[in-house]
T-cell receptor, first 120, second 113 residues
Framework: DTEVTQTPKHLVMGMTNKKSLKCEQH?????MYWYKQKAKKPPELMFV???????INESVPSRFSPECPNSSLLNLHLHALQPEDSALYLC???????????????????FGAGTRLSVL | QQQVKQSPQSLIVQKGGISIINCAYE??????FPWYQQFPGKGPALLIA?????SEKKEGRFTISFNKSAKQFSLHIMDSQPGDSATYFC????????????FGAGTRLFVKA
């Protein structure tokens, strides 16, 4: 099973709203990612969590706040977004670093279906 | 050094024809080259991937050809079908020990019935 589940599928919010995107995987992966994808463009990395710790923040504005409550869940909290933040938000996961093992984990990323976000 | 250049930007192929998408990378540290297929409104799905120790990998109608010396790789879709109409992204990354994947710009494929 290589399923990454994202909710909601669609979200419309005003610029003063606070909302959250959720992502879940049960593959035992220890690395989870948030990407932003604009129409006709490739996915653009936002954040990476490894073992529930933030490993990479690609200089994302603070109105996007990620959270990794446990190894299976990843949230993206949204506040005071701008219309230009409207996009498809994708979650992905990969095996991630394997603590205590000599073999490094594989960087094979599996994506969810995404949340289509519209900011009015 | 971090770019992956993908061509063509769009492609129209007749049903039953061969679709070919090309990519070139710069960073020789990359040793994992996946292709993702994305339908409108969906997330990218891992289609097929290759490592530099082989020059070709085939899975059903999909084949990756890899030229390590030229730092190029390509996706061939044999007997293209209307259901293959989607956007295809090539990508490159370290196979282990890293998180970042560099994506090509994407190719929009349309297969005419």
């Amino acid at each position: 099973d290589t399923e990454v589940t994202q909710t909601p599928k669609h979200l419309v919010m005003g610029m003063t709203n606070k909302k959250s995107l959720k992502c879940e995987q049960h593959m035992g992966h220890r690395a989870m990612y948030w990407y932003k994808q604009k129409a006709k463009k490739p996915p653009e990395l936002m954040f990476v969590y490894s073992y529930e710790k933030l490993s990479i923040n690609e200089s994302v504005p603070s109105r996007f706040s990620p959270e990794c409550p446990n190894s299976s869940l990843l949230n993206l909290h949204l506040h005071a977004l701008q219309p230009e933040d409207s996009a498809l938000y994708l979650c992905a996961s990969s095996q991630g670093a394997v603590a205590g093992r000599k073999t490094k984990a594989k960087n094979i990323q599996y994506f969810g279906a995404g949340t289509r976000l519209s900011v009015l | 050094q971090q770019q992956v250049k993908q061509s063509p930007q769009s492609l129209i192929v007749q049903k039953g024809g061969i679709s070919i998408i090309n990519c070139a990378y710069e960073n020789t540290a990359f040793d994992y080259f996946p292709w993702y297929q994305q339908f409108p409104g969906k997330g990218p799905a891992l289609l097929i991937a290759i490592r530099p120790d082989v020059s070709e990998k085939k899975e059903g109608r999909f084949t990756i050809s890899f030229n390590k010396s030229a730092k190029q790789f390509s996706l061939h879709i044999m007997d293209s079908q209307p259901g293959d109409s989607a956007t295809y992204f090539c990508a490159a990354s370290p196979y282990t020990g890293g998180f970042k994947t560099i994506f090509g710009a994407g190719t929009r494929l349309f297969v005419k019935a």
